[in-house]
Structures are given as C-alpha cells and as structure tokens.
C-alpha cells in the first residue's frame, strides 16, 4: 500500500497527531501514523525503515517537548534516506513552537508548516501542509473537519469543503453517454473514482454492462467523439500530467508501436516510465499512486481488455485508436 504522508512524532505528542491524522483523512490523503501500521510484537525501528518504501512524502512534527523518541532512532539518518530517495521533507511546528530547535538544524532547510493556533482552526496551516504533500493547492472551509470522516462521503465530495467549479466543458457523445460525474470527479481531483468512472462509461460506450472486459476491437474502434471527451477531461483537470494521450505520447516515445500488439521490451519501458512497474516488478491496482505526486502518465489505469497481455494491448491499442481520431 502506498501512503501519501508519513507522520513523524513525539509520542507525547500523540493526541494533536490523531486529529491531524483524521483530518488529513478527511482531504482525500492516506496518512501512516505509527499505531495503525505497527502491530503488536514488530519492531518499531524495523517497521519504520519498511515503511520507507511505501511513503510519498514525511512530515516532522515538533511540539513544545521536541521529537524525544525519535533522537533514540536517528531521525537525521532517515530523513538523509528519504533525500536520497527524493522523498520530501516538511517540518511541522505544532502550536507554541516558534521555530526549530537548535538540535535539529538539519531540518531548517526545509521549508515549514507551523500550526499558529488550535489544531482544528488552523485552517490555513492545513491548507499548505496538504500543498507540500500533494503538490496542489486547496481551497477549503471552516466546516471541513466537522464533517464525517471521507469514507462515510459519496465519491464526488472526496474533499469535504471543495466543491466542483461551476464551469463548462464539451462533453459530447455519439453513444449518449453522460460524462458529467466523470467530470465532476476530475474537478473535485478524486482521481481514483475518476479511474472507475472511465471504465464505466467506457464500456457502457461499447454496448456492454459494468464488470465486462473490453475485446481488442472494441478500443481499436472505439467512438472518436467519446473517446475525446474522456480524454480532453483528464488532461484538463490535471493540467497535462494523465490522460489516454498521455500516455500514448510516453508508450511511443519508448519505441512502442501503435498497433494494438504486445512488444514486450517497449512495455517494460512504458512501465517504468509510467510507475507501473517498479523495481522490475508490475504493481497491482492496490499499489496505484492516485494523484499528481505519480509520474507522468499513471491514470487512467482500470480499462481491461479480455486478452493475454491486455494492459500492453489495451495502450497500444487506444493509441492507434487516439491516432486515428486525430487526438
């Protein structure tokens, strides 16, 4: 599992650390905090160093007692592994700490979050802390955290207080197919039911119902008129960085063929460029990074087409598909 934030603390610190926990929940992140990922019987400091490979980004928290235990397991040559790693690094000031202590320089040269009030006022500080973890800029109101946590929420309001924008976009169709929710999703940045959605209006282009596979030919003529307003949405609402052209753009700038066929070599390529495959190994859709901190090119992801290899064959095919339709 891939979490988005690594929540660095004082255990004396704790209580503020849950609130923050939950209301980084409430945004749409998926925090790892230390009692909800380290069962009974591990090792602290074994489970924290695993937990390297799993992070997006850490966030050191320094309350008014400094980090205590976490002097005791070298905080400084963790932090130094996730440098390496280009793992960012934001240190977060809890309320009555001025500025980093003296014994943790190292952390001055990262830019900081400071909490100046109460945890559940300080909206402001929650706003550039989920700026430095995602990379993207909210704008939320005073309501956000006295809503039920996001899991209780339907899939448009994954970010409780973030509203999507009144605006108007072609949403045209040759198979009558309504892509509103599809672009309220991509508004709203709640890219995993986004992924779903696609595949459901997909298929429902292609006469089919929710839970069948796509045969080869039905992308490879797939509706033009369709195809570009799932296309033109995704590259809108993340200004560039998914969408079917995307990755069309990255699979044939790898050597892949716009065939509707599988060349092995070409999709290892395509694979690491994307994200998908990691360390020579594919990740599974439990493993799929769904927001803009992932590389180029990683959503859409959940098209299946029924064929061996049907990834492969599912972007080489859409790609002659986006070629053909001039996307």
Same mark, same amino acid.
Do not use: D, F, M
């Given at each position: 599992m891939i979490f988005h934030v690594f929540l660095a603390h004082n255990s004396q610190d704790k209580p503020k650390i849950r609130i923050i926990y939950k209301n980084l929940q409430k945004l749409g992140l998926n925090p790892w905090l230390d009692e909800k990922q380290i069962r009974p019987g591990q090792l602290y400091q074994d489970v924290i160093q695993q937990a390297i490979q799993q992070i997006q980004c850490v966030a050191v928290f320094i309350g008014t007692t400094g980090l205590g235990r976490w002097q005791a397991l070298?905080?400084?040559g963790f932090i130094s592994q996730c440098v390496e790693r280009d793992i960012p690094v934001i240190p977060v000031?809890?309320?009555?700490?001025?500025?980093i202590p003296d014994n943790l320089i190292f952390l001055r040269q990262f830019h900081q979050v400071c909490f100046e009030c109460e945890i559940e006022e300080d909206f402001e500080a929650f706003k550039t802390l989920y700026w430095g973890i995602t990379g993207e800029?909210?704008?939320i109101d005073n309501t956000i955290f006295s809503q039920p946590n996001k899991n209780t929420l339907d899939p448009l309001n994954s970010h409780p207080g973030i509203q999507p924008p009144t605006q108007t976009d072609d949403l045209l169709s040759e198979k009558g197919i309504d892509y509103? &929710? !599809?672009r309220d999703l991509l508004a709203v940045k709640n890219w995993k039911e986004a992924d779903k959605e696609t595949y459901r209006v997909m298929i429902q282009a292609v006469g089919k119902k929710d839970g069948d596979w796509f045969d080869p030919d039905e992308l490879l003529n797939f509706p033009c008129t369709d195809l570009r307003t799932i296309d033109r949405l995704w590259v809108k609402y993340s200004n560039g960085h998914f969408g079917f052209s995307v990755q069309k753009e990255i699979y044939l700038s790898v050597g892949g063929k716009a065939d509707g066929k599988y060349y092995k070599e070409a999709w290892d390529k395509f694979g690491d460029r994307i994200g998908w495959r990691v360390n020579s190994?594919?990740?599974?859709?439990?493993?799929?990074?769904f927001d803009t901190?992932?590389?180029?090119g990683h959503l859409p992801r959940s098209v299946r087409v029924k064929v061996a290899g049907w990834r492969a064959i599912?972007?080489?095919?859409?790609?002659? &598909? !986006?070629?053909?339709c001039n996307i």
């Open positions: 070298e905080l400084h000031l809890l309320p009555g700490v001025k500025c800029e909210l704008e509103t &929710r !599809l190994s594919w990740i599974s859709y439990s493993n799929v990074t901190s992932s590389p180029r599912r972007v080489s095919s859409l790609a002659l &598909r !986006l070629i053909k």
